[in-house]
């Protein structure tokens, strides 16, 4: 899909096969729509997301609540989908800035390119989307002169965004005989080369040697072996240093505590994490931003079998500390406990985020659009669901407190894989992870549960069925943030 500026008008003087129209909060009185009595006819209500396609006029009109970079995305989504099937190859469009600001140009590029995704490797008929031609039209909506630059460079930016989130979604949308660790650290590696960016693949007898004995106990049952993978982005310019961390499950059974069959579907996007934290590194790298980020990947497969790891077993994870496990299903904190205790031992970084489908207790605390934010520092997670929200996802803070710290003692061992409580299994997983920063490293860390939003079997705003890309978008906004704020 191939994005186009020009000074025109857009009305009357672009020739392209359709105009896209966009209904601002109901305002069917505007200049922009032509054909208000049509649609009036054909019960349009103007609602966010509404459609309707008015073929003789070559025109399709969407609703939008407002102006707001939420609002455009999803409505240039939805006018996407509802093209989808037609024989149009290109369309025209106006701009829609809020006051001017061109962020609302990014989202409207944004919600292009991500509601045209479908995943059919699995099909033997693929959907094909005919739109090959977007033209942006410098008209806009509020008579706001706008500056060809800067427009073009959102419109740049919403690319790469966008086609990053895209490539998060295939990546977890992948069969899990597809997409093994190995094949995860092969994906890490193209992409590392197309960007230019420095990827290092730990196998299991370097994994032996850095004693992360947990990840490899989780690892122990599965034919396909674990990797770690290690993709840095380091700029001579660099502000900041920043630590990612995934969690890369390629399948997770539930191991010897296996999951109920109902359950274990979808439980291929148990690498939603890792997928995301590769998604976010491929933007960084093409968005060239200056500073240093580190992004570290546990890929493992949870599986049964004679050689399996047991509840009953006492791990000794890399930091030293020992955990009893009790369920085998709490598998991605113990690989995550290894993998962050390994990322702080390479990197001294300003911020530590880790992204993983850690919890179906934060689906149940918080919803499937939403993720949960955990950490010591509230300032830094009122930073992530700012971002978040700037970034056009859901996500809301969760708080650690020490009654719940208490329920996940061990009798035996210095931590227990699960709590003794059926209640607040988002937070006690959290605190878990928080046994594992190091004490100078508390205050610079984020736990991102994205369980809920990385994979939702149906279609919902710009999101596609299946992955969604959970992560990527709203980390980002923030670290480009981070930087700006520096600049000046
Ligand atoms: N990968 C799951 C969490 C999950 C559940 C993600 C549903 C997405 C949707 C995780 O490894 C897991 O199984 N967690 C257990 C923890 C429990 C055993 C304490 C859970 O949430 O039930
Ligand atoms: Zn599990
Ligand atoms: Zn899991």
């Known amino acids: ?34 054909d208000k009595k049509l649609l009036k006819r054909a ?37 996407i989908k509802a ?59 509020n008579n706001e002169s706008l500056s060809i630059e800067k427009v073009s460079l959102q419109v740049h930016k919403g690319q790469i965004i966008a086609d990053a989130t895209n490539f998060t979604r295939d990546i977890v949308n992948t069969t899990p005989d597809d997409c093994y660790p190995e094949v995860m650290a092969s994906i890490a590696e193209g992409m590392a080369e197309d960007t230019g960016l420095v990827c290092e693949v730990l196998k299991p007898k370097k994994l032996k040697k850095e004693k992360m004995e947990t990840l490899l106990a989780v690892a122990r049952a599965s034919r396909h072996k674990p990797r770690v993978i290690h993709l840095t982005h380091k700029p001579k310019n660099a502000k900041k240093v920043i630590t990612l961390v995934g969690k890369g499950l390629t399948y997770d059974s539930g191991g010897l505590s ?58 000794v994870a890399k930091n030293g500390k020992t955990i009893e496990v009790r369920n085998t299903d709490a598998e991605g904190r113990l690989v995550l406990a290894d993998v962050l205790a390994y990322a702080q031992q390479e990197v001294k970084a300003d911020y530590i985020f880790d992204f993983a489908t850690l919890t179906g207790a934060s689906v ?33 803070a969760l708080d650690f407190n020490d ?46 549960d994205i369980a809920g939003p990385a994979f939702v079997e149906h279609a919902w705003g710009e999101n596609p069925h299946g992955a969604s890309g959970a992560g990527v978008r709203m980390m980002i906004k923030l670290l480009e943030n981070l930087v700006s704020e520096h600049t000046h």
């Open 1 to 34: 899909m191939n994005f186009e500026l020009t000074m025109l008008p857009v009305a009357a003087d672009i020739n392209k096969d359709i105009e896209v129209i966009i209904v601002i909060d109901g305002n069917l009185k505007h200049r922009f729509v032509q």
């Open 43 to 79: 019960g349009f209500n103007c609602g966010q997301d509404e459609t309707c396609l008015l073929i003789e006029n070559n025109r399709l009109y969407v609703g939008a609540d407002s102006l707001q970079s939420t609002a455009i995305r999803r409505a240039t989504a939805s006018a």
């Open 83 to 141: 093209l989808k099937g037609t024989k149009y190859k290109s369309l025209k469009i106006a701009s829609y800035t809020n006051n001017g600001c061109t962020y609302s140009v990014r989202a409207m590029v944004e919600g292009f390119i991500l509601g045209s995704y479908s995943f059919d490797t699995y099909k033997s008929k693929k959907s094909k989307n005919r739109i090959k031609l977007i033209t942006i039209s410098l008209e806009e909506y």
């Open 258 to 315: 296996l999951k109920p069959a109902d359950f274990m579907v979808t439980m291929k996007s148990d690498k939603s994490g890792g997928s995301a934290v590769m998604g976010i590194m491929k933007a960084i790298a093409e968005l060239n931003l200056p500073i240093e980020v580190h992004g570290f990947i546990g890929a493992v497969e949870n599986m049964i079998g004679g050689d399996a790891y047991k509840p009953d077993d006492v791990l």
């Open 364 to 396: 149940v605390a918080v919803g499937h659009y939403t993720s949960s934010i955990m950490g010591h520092n509230k300032e830094v997670q009122n930073l992530v669901v700012k971002e978040a929200h700037n970034a056009g996802e859901l996500a809301t």
């Open 403 to 448: 009654y719940l710290k208490k329920t996940i003692k061990s009798e035996i061992a210095d931590v227990c894989n699960i709590s003794n409580t059926r209640y607040g299994g988002a937070i006690t997983a959290g605190q878990f992870l928080s046994e594992f920063i190091d004490q100078e490293h508390k205050d610079k860390w984020a736990h991102i």
